[in-house]
């Protein structure tokens, strides 16, 4: 008991720990929302509604999503800023040398930074660059709009199963 006393007043011990919970948690909120829209939502719509209907309701929930993305994006990128401090500090602590020196944690986690800038990219676009149907469309844009009403949800997907893989190297790199 007074070993948790003690690591629950310390405040070096605390921060990292909370910082870290709340990286992971805004990227588990981010990651598993657009998990659910490409695995469970576009597809549900594809066999059960009218197909003039997908991308409208898609578009509905996209509409939350896309707000609540949004104030993930500013957490998960100050708490990433906080995270790599706490590392290069314990990465000094335990090898008097910091992250400068670790070749393998640095190409890791500017794989992983390049991931976070694409699908950042394409939050973007999708937020910037809306295409709101307007009635003109041909069959193919029309097809193309059914299969995926919220363009490029499949490859921010991807990029966002490869993030946690890096973040999950990064985690066993630093020790």
């Not at 695995?39 to 898609?58: D, F, H, N, W």
């Not at 995270?83 to 070749?103: I, P």
Request: aromatic share 10%; proline share 4%; net charge negative.
């Amino acid at each position: 008991m007074n070993a948790l006393l003690a690591t629950l007043s310390d405040l070096n011990k605390i921060i990292p720990i909370v910082n870290h919970w709340l990286h992971l948690l805004s990227a588990v909120v981010w990651i598993g929302g657009l998990a659910f829209l490409v695995l469970a939502v576009t597809p549900g719509l594809q066999s059960s509604v009218p197909r003039e209907y997908i991308k409208p309701i898609c578009d509905t929930f996209y509409k939350q999503y896309r707000k609540v993305v949004g104030m993930l994006l500013v957490v998960i990128l100050f708490t990433g800023g906080i995270n790599l401090h706490y590392v290069g500090e314990a990465m000094e602590m335990q090898t008097g040398f910091g992250l400068s020196n670790n070749a393998k944690y640095l190409t890791v986690f500017f794989i992983k930074l390049t991931l976070v800038l694409g699908i950042l990219t394409l939050y973007l676009y999708t937020v910037i660059f809306r295409i709101e149907p307007t009635g003109d469309e041909d069959e193919q844009e029309k097809e193309e709009q059914i299969v995926e009403p919220i363009p490029f949800q499949k490859a921010g997907l991807w990029m966002g199963i490869f993030i946690i893989l890096c973040a999950a190297a990064m985690k066993h790199l630093h020790i």
